[in-house]
């Protein structure tokens, strides 16, 4: 799945991407270090994989609570 990156911490190495329906959703210091990369500006495209409720249909208020980003990584075209 493809998100755009939105916010991001250096010093933590987390922050959260959009999806394209415009919903935030959280990534870790984890999902960030699995995918190996040493930095994250906001706009960028990524890849991120994605745990738990990814349906489509859930945007709106607490649509991320059962989703959890395993892995984020730049997008390729």
Known sequence: MQATAYTY??????GSVLLDDGTPVPFGTA??????LRL??????????VVGDDDVGTAGSGADAGR???LITLATL
């Open 9 to 14: 911490d250096p010093e933590t190495r987390s």
């Open 68 to 70: 959890r980003i395993t």
């Open 40 to 49: 994250l500006r906001p706009g960028q495209r990524v890849r991120i994989e």
């Open 31 to 36: 999902a960030f270090d699995a995918g190996g």
